[in-house]
Each structure stands twice: as C-alpha cells, then as structure tokens.
C-alpha cells in the first residue's frame, strides 16, 4: 500500500522557546504528558500497572527521552554521532544504542502535536512531498526552501513512521516571497497548498510533515492551537483533511 505524506500549520516560535527546553529537562515537567501518552502507547495500556509500576515506567521514558534530546543541536534536527554513519544497516544499528529511541519517536510526534502544531486540518501530500505538485526551475529560491522540506530527516521518522521534517516561520516567509515560481498545472493540491500557505504566512507558522502518523491517538488532541477556528474558509480549507 506504501506510505502516507502529510503536512500541518506548526509553530516553530513555541517550539524552540518552550518545547525544546522542557524536551531537554531544562524547563518544565513532562510527568503529566507522559503519563497520558503512555496510555495509548504501551500494549495493553498502563491501567493494568500498580502505583509504583507506572511511576518506575514514566520516569524511565522521561530519562530517556531528556537524554536523547540532549544528543540533538541547537535546532534540534541533527545528532552530530548519527550524521557520521553513512549505511542504512550501521544507522539502524545506531538507533539500538540509543535506549528508548522508539519510545522518543512516538513521543515526539505526540507531544509536538498537543503543544505547537494541529494535526487537522492537515494537507494530505499521499506518497509524495511538496514539490512533485509544482513546476519549480532548480534556479528557485523555492527549490531549494521546498526541497529541504521533502528531505526526510530518519532521526524522527522510526521505520518510516513518524515526523519527517519541519519548515520555520522565517523560510516559510521566503518561500512566500518566491511563490510567483510555484508553478503549476491543474493540481488542486498546489493549489490548496498555496492557499495554506497563506494562512501560515499571516500567522508567523512554519510547516511540518509526517508519514503513516498515529492518526486515532493525534486527532484526539485539541485543534486551532496554531489559528483561530474562523480562520478557516471554503476558500482556504477546501481539500484540507479535517476530523472524521
């Protein structure tokens, strides 16, 4: 059946300023976050752990992902040990080393979503990314903003599923600048992007993408975090997935 692209309004801002520091132990409390996420996580949920189990289980996760968060930069995009691994079988075997590494995938995806991005309405990109709906000359500062997008980053994306990669305000207000070069023919997902687009650049959002996500747990999780819900539009929403 293959894969399923997906792209959402995120807010960059927050997520440097308060999710990143509470990701990291610097600031905050994730007991709370972890514990509702575990819920869902765990086979055969936690309710079936005593008192002390789940206290013992949360605090183990929140160590591991605080660790692994600390192992990212500055933007919070790259570990500088796994961009030294080239092969795909050594970077897996990397991923093992890194205790609960797919615990921290699965949490990211659901805490970015609860805190600074909204899973609905979302653009749906099917197997594909951004640019394969635009006629973009490679000369194009769009090009370049749109390709970076696309690009995957596998740190987040565990076997294929999870977030894939994230756009800030600041390169989503240049490629707003450029959208005369975003071209196209009869797309009615350009079109909607564009529409999209729109909405984010108003706002001061950036972008974020994702494949084969956790749909049933994220849109449980509150919406128009990042707009006003009369933001939206026939004009502006038409084609956009929106709750079921």
Sequence with gaps: MGYWCTLHLFDDKKFHKEIVPTLKGETGDLIADCQEFL?????????????????????????????????????????????????YDAQLA????????????????????????????????????????????VKA????????????????????????NWMSHEDLQYLYLDKENLKYEDSERAKVFLSLLEVAHSNQLGFITGVDMNEDILELLPNNKTVKSETWTL?????LLWKR
């Design 235 to 239: 004009e502006n929403s038409s084609e």
């Design 94 to 137: 990397f991923f093992d080393t890194l205790e609960g590494y797919y615990d921290f995938c699965k949490f990211f995806e659901y805490y970015i979503f609860k805190t600074c991005a909204d899973f609905f309405p979302h653009l749906p990109l099917g197997k594909g990314g951004v640019m394969r709906n635009f006629d973009i000359s």
């Design 39 to 87: 819920k869902s996580h765990v086979i055969g949920g936690t309710a079936r752990l005593s008192k002390q189990e789940l206290e013992k289980l949360v605090n183990k996760t929140i160590k591991n992902i605080v660790s692994i968060s600390n192992s990212l930069d500055k933007s919070f995009r790259i570990n500088t040990e796994y961009q030294k691994v080239q092969k």
């Design 141 to 164: 500062l769009s090009d370049s903003i749109l390709g970076e997008l696309d690009n995957w980053n596998d740190f987040f994306c565990y076997y294929g599923t999870g977030i894939t």
